[in-house]
C-alpha cells in the first residue's frame, strides 16, 4: 500500500476563513511534505517534517500554518488567504527524510484543489 | 539550489507511437524519480532509479538512470490515450544533507488517435 490520502478534495473559501487540509499515511513514513502547485508548473515545496517536527518552511507566509499531531497525520491550518493562494495542494511521504547519499522515495496524494474567492 | 531542465517541454505523437524525452542537470544526482501527473490529480510515481547506469521497466515503461549521474531518460513504447499527462522528473541532489529533491518543470505529452 502506498497510498496517501487527502481531505477534503475540493476546497472554496473566503479571505476571512479559517479551514484546514488533512492528510494521512499508513506506511510509517517518517517525513512529510506539503507542496503548492499552480496550472503547468511543478510542485513547490512549503514545509517538511522530519520525525513529527518541522524541518523545512520555504518562507511560506504565516497564513499557512502546518502541524503534524503524530507519525500519520498532517496538516496545514490556512486562515486569511488571499486569492492568489488558489492552487492544488499536495501531501506526499516518505519513509524517512532525505539525505545526500542515501536511498529514498516519495509518494504524493491526489491533492486538494483550494479556490480562495 | 539545483535545476534541472526537461526536454522537451511538449510533444504531441501519434498513439502507438514511442516517445523519449529526458531530464539534465548541470550537478551530480544520487536519485532520479520519474512521476506522471494527470490534471487535478497528485503526481503518480512511475520509476525510481539509484545508480549510474541503472535501466529500470515498468510495462510500457523504461527509465536510465546516466552514467554521468547528471540525467536521466524515460521512454514509453506503443503509446496509448491513456498515456496523456505531465512527467515529471524529479532528483536528489549528491552529498546535499537535508536538501530534498528537485523537481524539473515536466514534459507535457499529448496522443493524437
Known amino acids: 500500500d502506498t497510498e496517501v490520502t487527502q481531505t477534503p478534495k475540493h476546497l472554496v473559501m473566503g479571505m476571512t476563513n479559517k479551514k484546514s487540509l488533512k492528510c494521512e499515511q499508513h506506511m510509517g513514513h517518517r517525513a512529510m511534505y506539503w507542496y503548492k502547485q499552480k496550472a503547468k508548473k511543478p510542485p513547490e515545496l512549503m514545509f517538511v517534517y522530519s520525525y513529527e517536527k518541522l524541518s523545512i518552511n520555504e518562507s511560506v507566509p504565516s497564513r499557512f500554518s502546518p502541524e503534524c499531531p503524530n507519525s500519520s497525520l498532517l496538516n496545514l491550518h490556512l486562515h486569511a488567504l488571499q486569492p492568489e493562494d488558489s492552487a492544488l495542494y499536495l501531501c506526499?511521504?516518505?519513509?524517512?527524510?532525505?539525505?545526500?547519499?542515501?536511498?529514498?522515495?516519495?509518494?504524493f496524494g491526489a491533492g486538494t484543489r483550494l479556490s480562495v474567492l | 539550489g539545483q535545476q534541472l531542465n526537461q526536454s522537451p517541454q511538449s510533444m504531441f505523437i501519434q498513439e502507438g507511437e514511442d516517445v523519449s524525452m529526458n531530464c539534465t542537470s548541470s550537478?551530480?544526482?544520487?536519485?532520479w524519480l520519474w512521476y506522471k501527473q494527470d490534471p487535478g490529480e497528485g503526481p503518480v510515481l512511475l520509476i525510481a532509479?539509484?545508480?549510474?547506469?541503472e535501466l529500470t521497466s515498468n510495462g510500457r515503461l523504461t527509465a536510465q538512470f546516466g552514467i554521468t549521474r547528471k540525467d536521466s531518460f524515460l521512454n514509453i513504447s506503443a503509446s496509448i490515450p491513456s498515456d496523456v499527462g505531465i512527467y515529471f522528473c524529479?532528483?536528489?541532489?549528491?552529498?546535499?544533507?537535508?536538501?530534498?529533491?528537485?523537481f524539473g518543470p515536466g514534459t507535457r505529452l499529448s496522443v493524437l488517435p
Open positions: 524529479a532528483g536528489q541532489p549528491h552529498n546535499n544533507y537535508g536538501q530534498n529533491f528537485v
Open positions: 506526499a511521504s516518505s519513509p524517512k527524510p532525505w539525505l545526500g547519499w542515501d536511498k529514498n522515495i516519495q509518494y
Open positions: 532509479l539509484y545508480k549510474a547506469g
Open positions: 550537478s551530480i544526482f544520487n536519485t
